[in-house]
């Protein structure tokens, strides 16, 4: 492996291009965006050696996309059109179904590997980039069976060296269960933050008296609505589904403290708790 | 100040123990506990010097009251019955005006004041107990005024001591705007979890698709039901006024979604981003 390019060179992008730099000593790494100024930022910033083209595709070994799921639906036939045969390509994106649909028929599918590490932070830009992001970090798998042996082997390969685990699943339910692990609690967090912004906002001073426990909650809310919009988009059905029981959970949970069902309410929170055993496998 | 009596050892009371003893070397901290082996923990731990009993409360100069609101409004008129007349009592609960009201004619309501360091962490009980847990956090104290001069200066030097940042407050507004800031992160957090549990029941190698997104905002869900239901029972007008907007803006949230106005979807997002640089002043 001697080139690759990183298409979208923000958190995501950026963080692959430090780890694989440290890995790989040899790699030239290019970057494509359509924002400049973050190309000359990531530039400056070390995370890739070069800008790059289109027409460049075709010397890459490899081509990371790192770009919102909307504009990968677009691109991601179009740098297909432009690869070699022997360049893997490989997505980041959180829904995994339309992007799969969006390349089925393509020539060259067997160029590209679906994938979703599951990582990152509730920042944006090539400035949020950090080393060992991926770290113990799961990646999910789509479709593995669609693409190529040998290009298969490169992209695992770099999974591993970056400290990924693998685990495979169909985009279906993939997009299924990504729906409630994380599509949820970034609509939780946005609304929590919303609820409180909305009744305080002639009080400013009042979120003196959060804590801890509010900044974990509302951290989502700082999070990229030009990434989660189309997420939201795609993965709408699922989405829905999500929020239709997590509102019903709500109502259910408001009514028991009106009736004034403290037992049950207590019930409700214990029965919850057994998260902790489960969280303790999250890194 | 020669004797301090922490009543309930735990998260709270065992951080309170722990930094008191750092701060002020000639202290000897007892612990009154209705739970045995929470007191013998503590004094493993050297939480606490000597267990104490109610009989011993009129030596002491300083009573910290960390056991949860319900057991506050029973136990407090009690200890002021026992105190002498120059000790000092603080509460450290999440609600602030039931447990006012219960004192409020009680013949050494001077000797109280109403408090709310709002510091903590998802874990309960002695073990729990961390040093410096108080330092650069907010306190709320409620109704100054109702404390004794020279009591109040002992409690004050107390919180400055340990790092508090101070701010006084009535009680009616302490418990309205701590339901937003505090009390509904609570209740999201904890059916966030449920609605995960419910759906991925049968399936629990799923959590290994969820990422630190996921476990900041369940985080709380680990919290203790014997400290919540009492909060949310005592500020259940506050709670259900919070659970009702907050359920109102996940319905449009949704709607958008299903009438498919991803610009408006763009919109929601983007008005709550600056939730970032309100949160620059959270510790």
Redesign the interface.
């Known amino acids: 492996m001697k080139n690759v390019v990183i298409v979208g060179i923000g958190l995501i992008g950026g963080s692959f291009a430090l780890d694989l730099k440290q890995k790989y000593a040899a790699l030239t790494i290019y970057g494509i965006d359509k924002n400049e100024q973050h190309l000359d930022e990531a530039v400056r910033l070390g995370l890739i050696d070069e800008k790059a083209t289109f027409e460049f595709l075709d010397k890459a070994d490899l081509v990371v996309m790192a770009i919102p799921v909307d504009a990968t639906l677009e691109i991601l036939p179009l740098i297909l059109d432009a690869i070699s045969d022997d360049t893997i390509v490989f997505d980041v994106g959180s829904t995994k179904e339309d992007i799969c649909l969006s390349v089925k028929d393509h020539p060259k599918r067997r160029n590209f590997l679906a994938a979703h590490p599951?990582?990152?932070?509730?920042f944006s830009g090539p400035s949020a980039a950090v080393a060992g992001l991926f770290q113990n970090?799961?990646n999910?798998i789509c479709e593995v069976e669609e693409t190529a042996f040998k290009l298969q082997e490169i992209a695992l390969t770099v999974f591993k060296d970056l400290g990924m685990?693998i685990?495979y699943m169909n985009p279906k339910a993939?997009d299924k269960?990504?729906a409630?692990?994380?599509h949820?609690?970034?609509?939780?967090?946005?609304?929590?933050?919303?609820?409180?912004?909305?009744?305080?906002k002639n009080?400013?001073d009042?979120?003196?008296?959060?804590?801890?426990?509010?900044?974990?909650?509302?951290?989502?809310?700082?999070?990229s609505?030009?990434m989660?919009?189309?997420i939201?988009?795609q993965n709408?059905t699922n989405?829905?589904e999500?929020?239709?029981?997590?509102?019903s959970?709500?109502?259910h949970?408001?009514n028991l403290?009106?009736e004034?069902d403290?037992d049950a309410?207590?019930?409700?929170?214990?029965?919850?708790?057994?998260?902790?055993k489960?969280?303790k496998?999250?890194?």
Chains 1, 2 share one sequence.
């Open positions: 599951i990582a990152g932070t509730e970090k799961t999910i685990r685990r993939h269960h990504i409630y692990v994380s949820l609690s970034h609509i939780s967090s946005f609304m929590l933050g919303k609820t409180v912004i909305e009744k305080e009080e400013r009042i979120f003196d008296m959060a804590g801890s426990g509010f900044e974990s909650t509302v951290r989502l809310a700082k999070s609505p030009a989660w919009t189309p939201f988009r709408k989405v829905i999500t929020l239709e029981e997590y509102i959970n709500l109502e949970f408001k403290i009106k004034n403290f309410v207590f019930n409700e929170m214990e029965s919850t708790n057994h998260i902790k489960i969280l496998g999250i890194q």
